[in-house]
């Protein structure tokens, strides 16, 4: 097992235990976790659970999304800013050819 698929396991580990905690199944937890998709992301669910602890299965698919929606912000605004790079770097130098 690499370091990475290590680092996932434990933050699924630690979420899932935090939802049983709770009261919610772990089959939810499973399904949550490989929705958020990075250790980052579960550990960030995992903050929620530990400080909102909330009771109803709807508030932590709500907070799922919210943070899957934050994520796929973020990617956009970092695609939007290498491509706004790459344009200015084209402003700047040209297409790199030269008129005789």
């Known amino acids: 097992m690499t370091e990475q698929q290590m680092e996932w396991l434990q ?5 899932i235990q935090e939802m049983k905690q709770l009261g919610h199944q772990e089959a939810l937890g499973e399904l949550i976790a490989r929705q958020l998709g990075s250790p980052a992301a579960i550990r960030r669910m995992t903050a929620y659970l530990r400080n909102v602890k909330p009771r109803n299965p709807e508030l932590v698919v709500d907070e799922m999304l919210a943070i899957c929606s934050e994520i796929e ?3 956009k605004k970092k695609e939007s800013e290498a491509a706004n790079a790459a344009y200015n770097e084209l402003l700047r130098y040209g297409l790199g050819e030269e008129e005789d």
């Open 73 to 75: 912000a973020w990617k």
């Open 11 to 15: 933050a699924k580990t630690e979420m």
